[in-house]
């Protein structure tokens, strides 16, 4: 017997995106991405617990900056998101 997993997706609607304040970036090959401060907000944390304890259970940020910024990829953040309830 084969168990599907329910994958909840993240609605970037609910992250501040407007001229003084990015969360939400998007490149011109349509990937999406969020800076460090929506995930830690996202997830409730601080900087250091995001950069710390969530680097060690698999979030890592792109090796590589996006406008300037440290990001994380929205699909890797939807999957710890949905994995965080095991830790």
């Known amino acids: 017997m084969q168990t599907k997993l329910i994958y909840k997706k993240l609605d970037v609607r609910i992250f501040k ?3 003084k304040t990015k ?3 998007t490149d011109l090959a349509g990937n999406t991405f969020l800076t460090r401060a929506a995930v830690a907000r ?3 944390c601080s900087l250091p617990t995001l950069a710390t304890t969530y680097k060690r259970k698999g979030l890592r940020p ?3 900056y996006v406008n300037g910024r440290v990001v994380y990829l929205l699909e890797d ?3 710890m998101y949905n994995r965080r309830a095991d830790y």
Request: hydrophobic fraction near 55%.
């Open 42 to 44: 996202l997830f409730g």
């Open 62 to 64: 792109l090796d590589r």
């Open 23 to 25: 969360e939400v970036i």
């Open 17 to 19: 995106n407007t001229a």
């Open 77 to 79: 953040v939807e999957m």
